[in-house]
């Protein structure tokens, strides 16, 4: 990556409590399985638009085209529900906590907007079917998963429902110790009357 490019996405962000909360969880998945690196609770997020590598000037595009993301979506509420792995159980690569949601509702309203915003700013628009969910970890060794499936299974993070007010603008990092995430610009969702 030249300096001229950082490496973005655009995301929610959960509230401090609720962070402590999966930090908590986390730590006790992590006794039933040592081959997965654990996301930091302050690096835990829902990820609306990875952007990956982009030029300063796109970055100045990007938060042009964000200035205008309080006429598309409302605030919102999102209930945290199950559990899962990317792409599948047999062989996991990403552990991760499900979101549940109305596909009528503003998150997929917001997501879909960014998709045809960024259109002309050169990113594709997403081929998959957008599945939000929150990243817990990721797996770093092949082991027998199974104590932590059990695990998984047996002790169901409890549901907790989350407002999303605000979205952001993040630079990612890469470090030995994993991502740094800096905030570029946050903007409010606003409240129709």
Known sequence: M????????????????????IDRYTAELARHSPGIRWVKPESIHLTL?????????????VRQILTGISTVAEPFDLIIKGSGTFPNRRQPRVIWLGLEHDPSHSLFKLHDWLDA???DLGFEKEKRRFSPHLTLGRVKLRENFGPLFRYLDRHPFPERTFRVDKIYFI???L???GAVYTIIADHGLSERS
């Open 171 to 173: 630079r990612s990092s």
């Open 2 to 21: 030249s300096e001229n490019q950082i490496r973005c996405f655009i995301a929610a962000k959960l509230p401090d409590d609720l962070l402590g909360e």
């Open 117 to 119: 915003e960024l259109v």
């Open 175 to 177: 470090q030995p110790s």
């Open 49 to 61: 638009k990875f952007l990956g590598e982009i030029s300063l000037s796109t970055v100045q595009d």
